[in-house]
Structure formats: structure tokens, C-alpha cells
């Protein structure tokens, strides 16, 4: 391992937010260690201090409470594809945790990871985004809790400060009358990084769709709601016509918070045809 580090497992989640308290900037955080020993590897992070909460039990949860599934940050992607409550309550997010890498990653890289790395290919952000996904981050002697976009800041930036830890995930369950589906387009079915991916949560009575929420990956520098492609669907049945609509809506809202850039072209079509497989998955599930 490159560069000079010191290593600390803390036995409890006080004991990890003192020593994070201690350490402050030089502390990095790291559970599954798929992302930052990368980092490590290639020299982007030299030195200071790695505090390693993997067997953090209090950040090992999933349950329903009060109306709201809440997760803690260490979940394994295979956890979450294979928990029954969130394939019945948060679909989109089981079939995105499905998604990430091979088995062998799903094994062991978690859910907090995935977010707290702020890669915009990561593929859990655009299903948290549209589950509405709330963050708790603790650190000595208090919280705070964050909308999940508003983590955010800029490609691989977040919110955390120095001392903070992301400590729950929760969100409400997407209940009766809810639709959901989550696809993603990468260079190989496994492995890879997605170079685009989608997610869609539909609210559909009778024919017409009473609420959507649709977020697209690895195309807009962070996670991202496609606000004018929501309203649109709004009220409206979803007709091969209207899927043809929404999708190139979708394609110019993303290039609008983008930019154009020499993958735009590539991106943009790719984007419609990912819409419509995304939107007549969701509508037919």
C-alpha cells in the first residue's frame, strides 16, 4: 500500500466518531474498501489515518420502522438485492445493488461506499434519488440529517465534513400503486462502471400516472431528478407516444445539466433508448 498510513478499528460507533473527532482531515473512513483502496493503489490518497468501521455492528441494519425503511451504511450490495423487504417496498433499489460490479464485489462493497464515494457512475444514486432518500451523518456529540441530492457537490464531493460519518440511509417504502425499474448500459454486462444507467419510480391508478420520479447515472456531474420529464408524465397515460416523449425530454434535460461534451452525441441517444426500456419496464411490472 502506497503512502504512510496508520490503521484503527474502532469496537464501537462512539469509539469511530472520537477517533474521526481526533483525526479530522486525515481520516478516511473505510468499510468494504473497493473504491478507496483503488485510490490508494494509484496515489490519490497518500498518507494519514484509515479508521476501519467494517465491523461496526450499529451501522448494520435494515429495517421498517415508523413508516420508513431505514439502512445502515455498511448493507452489502448483495444484502440489499437479496433482502425480500426491499425487492417488495424498494424494488428499484434491489435491482441496482444487483447491478453493481460482479459477485465477488457485491460481496463485500457497501451501500455507504457507494454513496459517500459520490462517483457519478455509481449506480445506487439515481434509485435513492428516486426513493427520496434521506441521509443521517453523525459525529461527536450530534447529527445532522441531509436530503439525499443535497450530499452531493460536485463529482466525487460530498457534504461530509470532517469528523462526520454517514450513519443511516432511510426513505419510504414505495407502497401500493407504485412501480419502479433500474437499467444501466456499461462497456460489459458485469464488472464495469455504468456508462449510463437509469431509474424510474411510477405511481400509476387505473390507466394514468399520478406521479413520477426518474433520475439518470453517469450522465450529469451529480445525482439528479428529471424534473420537466416528471411533470410531463403527470395525469398522462403511457403510450408508446408518450415513452417516445418523456425519453427525449429526458435526453435535452440531461445535456442541459451537463453540458455538451464529446460523448453528448453518444449520450443523448443512448439515454432516449434507455428511457423507453426503463419506462415500459416500470409501467408493465
Keep these: 500500500m502506497r503512502g504512510d498510513f ?56 435494515l429495517e421498517l420502522s415508523d413508516g420508513f425503511i431505514r439502512m445502515g ?61 434521506e441521509l443521517t451523518l453523525r459525529r461527536k456529540g450530534g447529527e445532522r440529517r441531509v436530503p439525499f441530492g443535497d450530499f452531493f457537490t460536485a463529482p466525487y464531493r460530498t457534504a461530509l465534513e470532517p469528523g462526520e460519518l454517514l450513519a443511516e440511509i432511510s426513505f419510504r417504502p414505495l407502497g401500493e400503486g407504485w412501480k419502479s425499474a433500474f437499467f444501466k448500459l456499461s462497456r460489459r454486462k458485469a464488472f464495469s462502471m455504468a456508462r449510463i444507467s437509469a431509474a424510474v419510480a411510477l405511481k400509476i391508478e387505473g390507466e394514468r400516472v399520478r406521479e413520477a420520479r426518474i433520475s439518470v447515472g453517469s450522465s450529469t456531474p451529480t445525482p439528479a431528478r428529471m424534473k420537466e420529464a416528471e411533470e410531463l408524465l403527470r395525469g398522462k397515460t403511457l403510450d408508446e407516444g408518450r415513452i417516445a416523449e418523456v425519453a427525449a425530454l429526458v435526453s435535452r434535460e440531461m445535456v442541459g445539466k451537463a453540458g455538451r461534451r464529446p460523448s453528448t452525441a453518444y449520450k443523448s441517444l443512448a439515454v432516449q433508448g434507455l428511457l423507453k426500456r426503463v419506462l415500459r419496464e416500470a409501467s408493465s411490472g
Design 6 to 61: 496508520s490503521y484503527i478499528r474502532p469496537e464501537t460507533l462512539d469509539e469511530a466518531l472520537e477517533v474521526l473527532d481526533r483525526w479530522g482531515d486525515s481520516a478516511r473512513v473505510i468499510a468494504g474498501g473497493t473504491d478507496l483502496l483503488i485510490e490508494v493503489k494509484k496515489g490519490k490518497v497518500r498518507g494519514g489515518v484509515l479508521v476501519d468501521i467494517s465491523r461496526l455492528r450499529e451501522l448494520h441494519f
Design 73 to 133: 451504511p455498511l448493507l452489502t450490495h448483495r444484502e440489499i438485492a437479496s433482502s425480500d423487504l426491499l425487492r417488495r417496498e424498494a424494488r428499484v433499489l434491489s435491482l441496482a445493488s444487483g447491478a453493481v460490479g460482479s459477485p465477488q464485489i457485491r460481496n463485500v462493497a457497501t451501500v455507504g461506499g457507494n454513496i459517500c464515494n459520490a462517483s457519478p457512475a455509481a449506480d445506487t444514486l439515481p434509485a435513492l434519488m428516486v426513493l427520496e432518500a
